[in-house]
């Protein structure tokens, strides 16, 4: 592991404001060690961060520039390369080390209150955001809005409970409530049973993966009907119902991109078609927002996850020169841009 010297911040490569003079922390974590299907995302906060020095800080809609309006201290970007390959014992054993890396770099950050900008990593990197958090807060006093393609409930994936598929059991192990947005209908018996014992069905909003006449036939147990989308966007009385479901005094925003639809975004680890659209993402991620502004509700972070550059050459790393196409790394940078107008 390096913790790679901070050179500027978001939007600005010149200058690091202080964290003691900041209301945010950010933190990159190069790790994709879990990820079990497509490799890259160790470079993804690499990427998202570049591609936030392409973009305005001033918005057309808002009038202000972002800079004047929120400061945001950049701790870093943790990186991790194997040269070889690990086994199931091995990979356990680094991820556990890149969540304590992780923790220990947030836990001051989440002691002074700051608001957390996380880039992964695959999704296992959100445990080290997950431990910070809860060490001084409460988990009965969070909501966790997962936005994901996938439920993440596995006890365990190939051995490894702190694997980007189980980071949904992780944060209900701390008591934490979870919503679930984006969902496929294709999971796992294991999380299927696990839905349907702690009485889950009506916090997973799903996209459908199958023509609707199939679901008029036979609904699962595990599949609320109302909380199906059979578009590439949830309806209004459905995005009414979801905040209304984060009903805490606490937030946090867990953005797994494989939640849009995999022609939406090619650079992710898993990708899966029949998602949401980024228009409609944008539009939930404002309306949640301004849900938890009128509700008094303390927004304590977000962290974006599971996207990774597509490069000509891997073994030469990213720059703007090896990128094959940049939408990926802007689409990510321009969600984290508009969530810091939108809080801030």
């Known amino acids: 592991m390096a913790l790679a010297k901070p050179r500027g911040t978001f939007l600005d490569e010149t200058k690091n404001p202080p964290i003691g003079e900041s209301q945010c922390a950010m933190l990159g974590i190069g790790f994709d060690l879990t990820a079990s299907f497509g490799k890259g995302t160790r470079l993804g906060p690499q990427a998202i961060l ?26 870093g970007i943790l990186e991790y390369g194997y040269k070889k390959k ?6 356990e054993k680094e991820t556990r080390k890149m969540v304590n890396d992780a923790y220990r770099l947030l836990r001051k950050p989440v002691e002074q209150k700051k608001f957390l900008v ?9 445990n080290g955001t997950l431990n910070a958090l809860t060490e001084k807060i409460d988990g009965k006093k969070i909501a966790w809005l997962r936005l994901d393609a996938h439920l993440d409930l596995r006890q365990a994936l190939e051995g490894n409970p702190l694997s980007h598929g189980s980071i949904g059991r992780r944060v209900f192990d701390k008591g934490i409530r979870q919503v679930f947005v984006g969902i496929r209908d294709q999971i796992s018996t294991e999380e299927q049973e696990f839905i349907a014992k702690n009485n889950l069905a ?3 909003f799903y996209f ?41 005094e606490c937030l946090f925003i867990n953005i797994d991109i494989d939640a849009l639809d995999a022609n ?42 599971e996207a990774f550059p597509i490069l000509r050459d891997w073994k030469k790393g ?9 939408p990926n790394e802007m689409k990510a940078a321009l969600l984290a841009y508009n969530l810091l107008n939108w809080v801030f």
């Open 264 to 305: 939406e975004f090619h650079g992710t680890g898993t990708p899966v078609p029949f998602g949401m659209n980024y228009r409609a993402l944008n539009d939930l991620l404002y309306a949640v927002i301004k849900n938890a502004s009128e509700k008094e509700t303390t927004i304590l972070g977000f962290d974006i996850v």
């Open 118 to 126: 996380v880039f992964g990593g695959d999704h296992s990197t959100t």
């Open 86 to 91: 690990l086994s199931e014992k091995q990979v």
């Open 318 to 326: 990213y720059s703007f020169e090896n990128a094959a196409v940049t």
């Open 50 to 75: 570049a591609a936030t020095r392409q973009v305005e800080f001033e918005s057309g809609a808002t009038g202000k520039r972002l800079d004047k309006k929120v400061s945001v201290h950049n701790l």
């Open 208 to 248: 459908a993966t199958q023509p609707q006449e199939l679901y008029d036939e036979r609904l699962p147990a595990w599949i609320n009907k109302e909380n199906i989308s059979f578009t590439d966007h949830f309806t209004g009385q459905q995005v009414q119902k979801i905040l209304s479901k984060l009903d805490r």
């Open 202 to 204: 009506d916090d997973v």
